[in-house]
């Protein structure tokens, strides 16, 4: 393993700060034993870094810190000297290569945990942050927003900030300025904004008075004068509220009157917006769906787009370069040179969906270098309660900052730039994402949803198993007994690697949990008490042990990487299964005490729920399947 000596005081001031902060995270690869590193500015280089080696050490030169900061990574991840004595060069092919991480949906990151991952990221080459915060953020005078859900305070914006900047990467605040705003909107102190389904009021004098001071308390702690102004996902628009005070209107012109309004209030706070382009495509579509091949928005609707604005094309979904293509041309047929956003499956799992991810990414991404894209980030959603351990995404950042930095992604320099990143091994992290690809299912070609078929075989129901349909014709508890084995030995290897137990341990849960009812009810199908009394007394308590053994897992790696709030939903899902676990497990001895006559729940014959092609593992989220009653 090499180890550098870098002189502080020779250090060009605009990385001193971040390489100490990355000298602090791995210490024992800076000894004065080491290599000897410098670093010289040279913004003749334009995009991108140069690294020489001579008789006297190794010399970096770079355009912007970010640059600087990716030739560390890369050079932290050479297996020896001789793998960096021909030196190398690396030219940047976008402008802004950037991350969005979502602190809405429960998980909300603290600053030490967001700084972890900034240090991780800049050795990557990324160069922007963006907060994705719905509520999470205090707005004085505002004392319900973001209450009891963990908002950051201006002092916590600005230390992130202040972090970030060491390290050449800047913040971009993204907030909700029309929907998803139903964390605000459900108090009823806020009634009165609301229109309809987390919708604001638009058109109403208060909502904008409102939004501004929101502008104002998420963009004063930053340095950027860029704005992520949200407006995406609008469907209730203009049919609740705002339809009884303003009559009807036409969606698309509230949505361009209500943008107009916004662009003038970050413009005269000094800001340039950004929004979400899907909802032109949306209203431009005649089955009401999106990125609809066949929408075409007419040229006095494109011209009535406010133009002080830029549009984000989001779209994790395709595998097809094509089609990435195709809807970047759309755009620039409405006067607009998008920003991409793709993203890293973290959203309804327990790990990243990695296989799925690295596949859309390099359709996105080399759609997006065909095209001449300037700007490009991936986005890491918490949709569904944020389980999923935030760091499981850094393989699919490398590979997109790979991609950010070269023609194609060479395997070998992906494998060796993530050791030097992230002090981790690239294929056991991808290997644990086998949760969720399981043997015995093709993934189709044309599929656009990432499994997550173990995020719902851990929370349904032990007793109505509503899923099982779905997988019968499987075996799948070697398969998790297997991963489960290997997930423990490898995150045994070091300290990096320990975050490999979470999936580890959701393996061995899954693997005594699947097929447990399938067994239950054929043995109380044929009057086998003998095996019903062998279920109950070990493979039940087995899972029973395992589950708890998750959940405190889970429950310890939340409190390190999060702020607490949050994590009742998380508990109140753990609670829930190990209290149906538990009274399995009562109404068995009862049965086969003699107490009770019946377990109505085994006799119930399961049916297939979802029927359509394609949906043999279909995408689901909690409440579909804990229950199959319709709660609200």
Known sequence: MLSFNVERESLPPEIRGGLQEIKAEYPERFTPAGIELRFISDYGLGAGNSVVFGHDGLTVCFARPCYAFRALGRLLGAADEQAIRQGFSEKARFDMTGIMLDVSRNGVLTPKTIESLLKR????????????TKDIYQVPGEPMFGYLR???????????????????IEVIPCMQTLGHLEPVLQWPAYAEYCDTDGIILAEWEKTYELLERMIRAIS??????????????????????????????????????????????CQKLGLSPMIWSDMYFRVASKVDAY?????????????????????????????????????????????FEPIMAGGIWTWSHF???????????????????????????VTMWGDDGMECDIYSSLPGIQFFAEHCYADSVDPELLRSNFRGSCDADFDDWVKASELDRVPGIVDPADTFLADNVSKWLL????LLSLMDPHVEHLELREHYDDLADYLFEAAAKKPSARRLQLPAHLSRVLALKFGLRRDLAAAYAAGDRERLQRIAASDLAALRTAVDDLWRYHREMWLNDYKPFGLEVLECRYGGLRTRLESLSDRLSKYLDGELKEIPELEVKLEKIFTQEGCDLPYVGYARVATPSHIK
């Open 351 to 377: 790990w990243a969906a990695l296989p799925f991810s690295l596949t859309v990414t390099e359709s996105c991404m080399q759609a997006c270098k065909a095209k001449g894209l300037r700007q490009a980030f």
């Open 121 to 132: 990221c800049a050795l990557m080459g990324i160069n922007t942050l963006m907060l994705y």
């Open 150 to 168: 963990g908002a950051y305070s201006a002092a916590e914006l600005k230390r992130i900030d202040d972090y970030a900047f060491n390290l050449g």
């Open 220 to 265: 004063s702690p930053l340095r950027s004068k860029r704005i992520h102004i949200g407006m995406d996902e609008t469907f209730g628009l203009g049919t609740g509220r705002f339809k009884k005070l303003f009559g009807a209107k036409p969606r698309f012109d509230i949505f361009n009157d209500h943008l107009k309004r916004m662009i003038g209030i």
């Open 291 to 335: 990125y609809d091949r066949e929408a075409v928005i007419p040229q006095e609707v494109a011209a009535a787009i406010p133009k002080d604005v830029e549009l984000v094309y989001w779209d994790y979904y395709h595998k097809g370069r094509d089609f990435y293509e195709e809807f970047i041309d759309k755009h620039r047929a409405i006067g």
């Open 459 to 462: 929370w349904q129901d032990p």
